[in-house]
Every structure is written in C-alpha cells, then in structure tokens.
C-alpha cells in the first residue's frame, strides 16, 4: 500500500487546511435525507478544529454537468453540518473567485467554510490544473478524507495536491487500513459475497480475490450468467453480458482453493412488480415466462451456513431486487447472518449498506465502507488516484 501522511503528522496550528469531503449526501429539496458521509467527516473536521486550525470544506453533489444549478447546492449540508458540529458553519456562494478568496482569508482558528459544489466546473473533472491551483490558494495544506472519491482523479482528489503539502484525513485512513487487511492474510476461512445486477461491476473483485477467498457466493440478477454458463435455463431472468466473462472466472477458480457458489434456488416472478405473485423454484427449473428475483430459501440456508464459519467476511451487492417486497428477504437475511457472524465483517458500500441501515444492522458490521466504486477498485487491486496523489 501507499506510503502516506496522515493528519497525525503535519502542524496545522494556525494553519487554514483544505479539506476534501464526501457531502454527496441524498436531498429531499432544502433537507438533507441521510446524514451518514456527514457524520463520517466529523472526526477529521474536529481534530482539525481542536489542533487550532481553520478548516476549509470542499465536495460534490449529484452530476451539475459543469453548470451551477441550485438543486446542486450544497447548503443543506452546511447546515447539517453546522447542527452536528454544534458551531457556524460559513457557506461560500462559490467554490473559486475574488469573494471566496476573502473570506478564506479573514478565516480564524476554530472557523469552517464550506465551499460550494466544485462540480459546477467542468474543470473539476477535467482536473484542470489552473482550476486546481486556484483550489489550493485558499488553503496551506491539503487532506483528503473523501474515500468514496479517490477513484477519480479530479481537481480536488488528486490536482490540489501538486500545490500543497497533503495528509490523509481518520477517514481515509479507517478505509484504507480496513480494506487493506481484506487483502493482506485475511483470517480464513474469507468468505466473500457479491450481489449486484451485472458480473462486469465485479469481475475484477472476482479475479483478484480466487485464490484468496475460501469461498465466492454470488446472489442478485449477476448469478444468471453464470448459471446459464452451467447449461441451465434462466427464463427472463436477467443476463448482463459476454457469457465468456463468467466462464473464465469459472476457469480461473477451478484447481484453486475459491469455491464459487451459485444460487440452488430463486424465487421467481413473471414481472418485477412489488408483491407480484412469485414461488421458489430450483434453478434447474425456471420457467421461460418467469425470472429471478431473489435468492430461494435454500440458497439462504446455505450461504448462512457458510457466514457463520466465517472469519473474515467482504460483501457488496444485494442478493435480489431488495428494492421491492418480498423480493428483498434474500438480502435482508443474508444481512442478519453477517450482522450475527462473529467474523471482521467488511461491506463494500452501495445497496449492500442500505440494506444494512434499513434493517438497523449497520452497528454490527466491523466496517462499512463509505465508498461503493471505490471500495471495490480497491478490492481488485487497483491504485487509487486520490490516495496516489497522497504518497510520500
């Protein structure tokens, strides 16, 4: 992994330190739904504060395209933010500029600016050099606690830290060390699952965990393609993809400790609708009219059995269309058996950690990663940008 300074090891007394956030946070007009990348900010935030610096904010929301858009504001989180700190949080009217520029300066010890949403430029994602300088004229030093961000290279995860000495924020740190030990001798037996719509959102989890993981369950509308491999019939069930993607993962597995285990039952429907009739059937025996919508009870049955032997578990992806009933008891059950594991449990961001807040289950898991792209970038191995950008 990548050698990296942390806020532990710079001097931020006095100092006005540029942070960047994940406030991509879900709104419902001026509220803010779901406080959770909030919250997981605030200890950097504090830290910062009670080393006597001044702190300077900067994030995303939602896809503005490179145009201001007030739907785009980030407002709500800075008032958000300015209940959970429990202190004035300023709101800058933009993120660049002579005016913003000012009240960065005038900042004080103790004092958080939030900037406003750095996706209004286009040369954000462009990671536009000028437009990163600009960034980090308004700061002394650089962290990065936006773990869900670091697999983009953009101005403010990865350009800002030409300019400015760069830390990592308790955040970032928490992620990377958590992730980290996923890959490096996890306690066996490492079960992994993985849910989700389509195998190419994880083939290279697959590939850079066979060999690693003592057992692979896959769940969701990604477990078809791999059964039709099989030679079964799937019906209308879905099938994202090349066919030859899961019959190397197969290949790859085989003479390996991985097993990869598939669905033995679903519970089918003949349309994706809230409550449509549906019935538990054998893969051996979906209809050509119907689909798969969840994992069948068997298959519940088992994939719990195995979590509960588990020392080490890694889960991203729902196990059915757990966005509607009863198609999401596969997901919730599995969610349960990880909760209950007494395994270093790890979920991978996503609808795997909605699952697990609706069901009230998040406090029982060892980590839950605030990065769904990132976390699984990681997982297959690949450098990050926003904590390259950090290394030594």
Same mark, same amino acid.
């Given at each position: ?8 090891d710079i001097d931020v007394k006095g100092k006005r330190v540029l942070v960047r956030v994940d406030f991509n946070v879900p709104l419902d007009g001026e509220k803010v739904t779901d406080d959770t990348r909030i919250r997981a ?5 504090? /830290? ?22 007030p739907k785009y504001s980030l407002k709500p989180a800075a008032a958000r933010l300015a209940e959970l700190l429990g202190r004035e949080v300023k709101m800058a009217p933009d993120c660049i500029g002579e005016e913003v520029a000012?009240?960065?300066? %005038? *900042?004080? /010890?103790?004092? &958080? ?7 209004? #430029? ?19 030093? #650089? ?16 350009? =800002? ?21 996923? *890959? ?14 389509? &195998?190419?959102?994880?083939?290279? &989890? ?8 003592? #057992? ?16 079964l019939e799937i019906g209308k069930s879905l099938c994202d993809g090349d066919l030859e993607v899961p019959k190397s993962i197969l290949a790859k597995a085989e003479g390996t400790k991985t097993q990869i285990l598939l669905p @033995? ?13 549906? %019935?538990? @059937? ?23 059995? =195995? ?21 999401? *008891? ?5 969610? $349960?058996?990880?909760?209950?594991? $007494? ?14 807040? $609706? ?14 792209? /990132? ?7 690949? $450098? ?9």
């Amino acid at each position: 992994m990548n050698k990296f300074n942390t806020i532990r090891d710079i001097d931020v007394k006095g100092k006005r330190v540029l942070v960047r956030v994940d406030f991509n946070v879900p709104l419902d007009g001026e509220k803010v739904t779901d406080d959770t990348r909030i919250r997981a900010a605030l200890p950097t935030i504090e /830290a910062l504060l009670k080393e006597g610096a001044s702190v300077i904010l900067m994030s995303h929301l939602g896809r503005p395209k490179g145009k201001k858009d007030p739907k785009y504001s980030l407002k709500p989180a800075a008032a958000r933010l300015a209940e959970l700190l429990g202190r004035e949080v300023k709101m800058a009217p933009d993120c660049i500029g002579e005016e913003v520029a000012n009240m960065a300066k %005038e *900042l004080k /010890a103790g004092d &958080v600016l939030l900037l406003e949403n750095v996706r209004f #430029y286009a040369q954000e994602t462009d990671n536009d050099e000028a437009f990163a300088k600009e960034l980090a004229s308004l700061g002394e030093v #650089y962290v990065n606690d936006a773990f869900g961000s670091a697999h983009r290279a953009h101005a403010s995860t990865t350009g =800002i830290a030409k300019f400015l000495p760069a830390a990592a924020g308790l955040l970032m740190e928490r992620e990377l060390s958590e992730l980290g030990k996923l *890959l490096d001798n996890p306690a066996e037996p490492f079960v992994v699952l993985l849910g989700g719509a389509k &195998v190419s959102d994880k083939i290279g &989890v697959m590939q850079n965990l066979i060999g690693k993981a003592d #057992y692979i369950l896959v769940g969701g509308g990604m477990a078809f393609p791999f059964l039709k491999v099989r030679g079964l019939e799937i019906g209308k069930s879905l099938c994202d993809g090349d066919l030859e993607v899961p019959k190397s993962i197969l290949a790859k597995a085989e003479g390996t400790k991985t097993q990869i285990l598939l669905p @033995i039952d679903v519970v089918a429907a003949a349309e994706l609708a809230e409550n449509a009739p549906n %019935e538990n @059937i054998d893969v051996e025996n979906i209809p050509a009219d119907k689909m798969g919508l969840d994992i069948g009870p068997k298959t519940v049955a088992k994939f719990q059995d =195995i979590i509960a032997q588990a020392k080490t578990i890694f889960w991203n992806g729902p196990m059915g269309v757990f966005e509607k009933k009863p198609f999401d *008891l596969g997901t919730r059950r599995v969610a $349960q058996a990880v909760a209950d594991s $007494q395994a270093r449990s790890v979920v991978g961001g996503g609808d795997s950690v909605a699952a697990l807040t $609706q069901a009230g289950l998040a406090p029982k898991i060892t980590h839950v990663s605030t990065g769904g792209g /990132a976390s699984l970038e990681f997982v297959e191995g690949r $450098q990050l940008p926003g904590v390259v950008a950090l290394s030594k």
